[in-house]
């Protein structure tokens, strides 16, 4: 039967590629996602290792150890004695600000080594300092703060206490050195200077970052690692080991030993696999059905059951094989190309590609074990009739069979348990409850997909009526074979659920968090200038930005006591500016009152200014962010504001923003670097609803864009199922096809009568996917967000209608080719094809 299997795989070929596509796609999905988790690992390795890229062994405290000891230089001293140690590198990292007032910057500063073999820095242009007052900058600062070689810099501690005197140093830039690829230090500004100049700005208690050894020509790992270990035998929490290791340790605790997005895309591999699973079982179902006779006659000339089903199996093995091996070679292609890419952007340079043997064992093994499971049923098709009545076609699972009757039964259990669990969850504000209640509902609808899918494309197959012949041809066909119907269909409508679910559920929280964070910050955009105060001026200059539509100063302008005696800044505003910026509009500053944050328990609280004290009447906002905010009348009679103490951190004025109307996600964010600029601060000074709703915004829209490209792949294997089917359903329908284009039929209305069928089938299950994807996406926001704020459904109009109309065309796309094979036969090769 060997024979006869690879016979018809070489005979059908064609019939076998729509399957061997979807089968690749899954295949190449889950593997892509294999290798670009084993490829993140390596590149992470690659970054994180840089630092230790010269170093035989690496010393280092710790950290998960809370009876650990820093490294000091008494360490370093004794690890340098060591025997087989030929020189180490005790690394010091201190932190330090540059420039003056608003271009302030803040910078990590470490020493270069005296043993030049072991500092893991490349020297670009220049020499590395030498003497205590020359530094070395990394390549990308140099060129933000238009730094050269000749550059002063005037250092000081970032961390200084105010009343402690700490040193300014003038360091002359000496070297331009290549940024660090480390994500711990990625972005930020470096600097590099002796270790003495280091020491005065690093945390003597703190000690060192790490000590790292070179080992002297013939010295043994083991050895060397033995003998330091004996060294520090009373150092608590010291660690000894190869730079591989120190590497490998630093990796796992970045990621905590979980890989959250590979879970997270094996999921969808996953979805893709199961659609995958549909098509595969749907193909093989109908090229048994269409060789039911040819394997009849193998029965009757000897041929054993299991033989049959054997030969079945075969052919899916020998699919399977052939399509797996090409997802694998795809995978490793588009993988490979886009490390390649990342390759040439400057701050990706660390990327790594890697194929661990897992990612190729695993695609191959999932896409045979697919293709030869999902044909078990139609291997068993093969088998179930007699060769005498082979003629007469099996039986559909349908609700009125055995199988059709507990398939039926199963699938209501499960909808009816899994839509109660979804609404307790959604009730209740549970995800825990809802995620498995959805997951059981939406099996139960794809269990019971025979008992209505059929009916729901037959009554939206009237509509073609109007269409003649073609039309009803196209309704009655669609339906002819009801269990291939409902299977084509649930392979689609998986795929159409979960994209309009994300869809709904990330237009539903996004109108959610509109809600809580207008009652969470007071104004549209708050600006506080944190190093340097902001003025009246810098109000004026974020006026002229585009999309501010009033822009006001709240400067601090009293001090508020409690009764505890605890004390803060007080800011001030006029009444009418208070108006224009203010969210609530239900808020009214008075004079004999005091705007307070949300939680305030005080009745009254004591303002004091600098003449007087006065007290005020709290009234409580719904806003945790809001200022203690008094009318700018009711400062100036108190005298305006005291004295500055001698706070370390005292309040600063702030300016209080509203914006345009309708600005989208893009707009905000360069909103906030505008103003950012306007007033000479930082963009993380900014902040406030409207940029915390930009923030929110952009980080949904990501993640929608993304899921929804994941979810495509299922989409586009489901579409290839259906054109496989048509295609498959014209070659069984060959003869009837030739005698109405004999009846008088023309091709153009062949080819119209089945992309109705397409599009009937696409379109029912694209429309289903629709509602019941908007009502899963709205009760699992509900589910997420209930349990602290009420969620209102949001239905994206645009975004649905777009998956719809995608479907519909997709599924008439599908019809092109099958439509275009059977016009082109003749009616007379037709009737005379068996």
């Not at 820095?121 to 070689?149: C, F, I, K």
């Not at 009916?455 to 009237?462: A, D, K, P």
């Not at 559920?505 to 509109?514: F, H, N």
């Not at 002229?544 to 004390?567: C, F, H, K, Y």
Request: proline content about 4%; glycine content about 8%.
């Amino acid at each position: 039967m060997l024979q006869v299997a690879l016979a018809q795989v070489r005979l059908n070929a064609r019939r076998f590629i729509a399957v061997s596509l979807a089968v690749l796609i899954a295949v190449g999905f889950l593997t892509a996602t294999l290798i670009i988790n084993s490829s993140s690992k390596a590149s992470l390795a690659q970054s994180v290792g840089e630092s230790y890229r010269n170093a035989d062994l690496v010393l280092a405290r710790d950290m998960s150890d809370p009876d650990s000891e820093p490294l000091m230089s008494d360490d370093a001293a004794l690890v340098s004695d060591t025997a087989g140690v030929a020189g180490t590198y005790a690394a010091q990292t201190g932190y330090v600000n540059f420039g003056a007032g608003k271009q302030r910057v803040f910078a990590e500063l470490g020493n270069t080594s005296d043993y030049a073999q072991l500092f893991p820095v490349d020297v670009l242009e220049g020499t590395l300092p030498v003497s205590d007052n020359e530094v070395a900058v990394d390549r990308d600062t140099a060129e933000r703060q238009d730094l050269a070689r000749g550059s002063v810099l005037t250092v000081t501690n970032a961390f200084a206490d105010p009343e402690v005197e700490q040193p300014t140093v003038q360091l002359t830039v000496t070297a331009v050195v290549a940024p660090s690829e480390n994500p711990q230090v990625m972005g930020t500004p470096q600097l590099y200077s002796t270790t003495a100049t280091a020491a005065l700005f690093a945390e003597a208690e703190a000690g060192l970052s790490n000590i790292q050894v070179a080992l002297a020509d013939g010295a043994d790992v083991e050895q060397v690692r033995t003998a330091l270990e004996q060294k520090l035998e009373g150092h608590e929490g010291i660690t000894v080991r190869t730079a591989q290791e120190e590497t490998d340790a630093m990796v796992s605790a970045f990621t905590g030993g979980e890989d959250i997005l590979t879970t997270i895309l094996l999921a969808f591999a996953a979805v893709a696999l199961l659609v995958c699973a549909l098509v595969v079982s749907n193909t093989f179902s109908v090229l048994v059905a269409q060789r039911t006779r040819e394997l009849a006659l193998l029965r009757c000339i000897g041929a054993a059951r299991s033989q049959i089903r054997r030969s079945v199996i075969v052919e899916a093995l020998i699919v399977g094989g052939v399509a797996s091996v090409a997802g694998v070679a795809a995978a490793i292609a588009l993988v490979g190309g886009l490390i390649a890419y990342l390759q040439t952007l400057p701050d990706s340079g660390f990327a790594t590609m890697a194929v661990s043997p897992l990612s190729v064992v695993a695609g191959l093994a999932a896409g045979i074990l697919l293709t030869v499971l999902a044909a078990l049923v139609p291997a068993r098709a093969a088998t179930a009739v007699a060769p005498l009545a082979a003629l007469r076609p099996a039986d559909d699972v349908r609700a009125g069979t055995r199988r059709g009757r507990a398939r039926l039964g199963i699938g209501l259990v499960l909808l009816v348990v899994g839509a109660a669990l979804l609404a307790v969850g959604a009730v209740r504000g549970n995800l825990l409850i809802a995620l498995p209640g959805g997951m059981l509902s939406f099996v139960g609808v794809l269990m019971c997909a025979t008992l209505f899918v059929p009916s729901l494309v037959r009554t939206v197959g009237r509509i073609a009526a109007p269409l003649g012949v073609p039309g009803k041809l196209a309704a009655v066909n669609a339906v002819r074979n009801p269990q291939r119907t409902s299977a084509t269909s649930s392979a689609l409508l998986i795929g159409v659920t979960l994209v309009t679910m994300m869809m709904t559920g990330a237009a539903t929280v996004r109108t959610s968090l509109d809600d809580v964070l207008a009652a969470e910050y007071p104004v549209d955009v708050a600006v506080s200038g944190q190093d340097e105060s902001v003025t009246a001026a810098d109000a004026g200059a974020v006026r002229e930005v585009e999309g501010v539509r009033e822009a006001v100063l709240v400067p601090v302008s009293a001090t508020a006591e409690t009764e505890n005696g605890d004390q803060f800044g007080v800011y001030a505003l006029d009444p009418a500016d208070a108006a224009k910026v203010l969210q609530d509009s239900s808020l009214a500053l008075k004079d004999n009152t005091i705007l307070v944050p949300q939680n305030t328990p005080e009745k009254t609280l004591t303002v004091k200014g600098a003449t007087s004290s006065v007290e005020l009447e709290t009234v409580v906002s719904e806003s945790s962010q809001m200022l203690p905010l008094i009318t700018a009348q009711t400062a100036e009679s108190i005298g305006g504001p005291a004295p500055a103490g001698d706070e370390q951190y005292p309040p600063m004025p702030q300016l209080w923003l509203s914006v345009e109307d309708g600005l989208n996600t893009s707009a905000l964010m360069d909103l906030r670097t505008d103003v950012a600029e306007a007033a000479g601060v930082e963009d993380y000074e900014v902040s406030g609803s409207a940029i915390e709703r930009g923030a929110f915004e952009q980080v949904i829209n990501v993640l929608l864009m993304v899921v929804t490209g994941l979810l495509g792949v299922a989409v586009v294997i489901a579409l290839v199922g259906v054109a496989n089917t048509l295609s498959l359903s014209v070659l069984e329908r060959t003869r009837e096809s030739s005698l109405l284009r004999a009846l008088g039929l023309t091709r153009n209305q062949l080819r119209g009568m089945l992309a109705l069928e397409a599009v009937l089938i696409a379109g029912v299950a694209a429309l289903m996917g629709t509602v019941l994807g908007s009502l899963y996406g709205w009760l699992g926001a509900e589910s997420a967000l209930g349990a602290f704020t009420s969620v209102t459904p949001s239905l994206p109009w645009l975004q649905l209608a777009a998956v719809l109309a995608v479907a519909v065309l997709a599924g008439l796309a599908a019809s092109v080719l099958p439509a275009r094979r059977a016009a082109r036969l003749s009616p007379v090769a037709g009737l005379a094809a068996d």
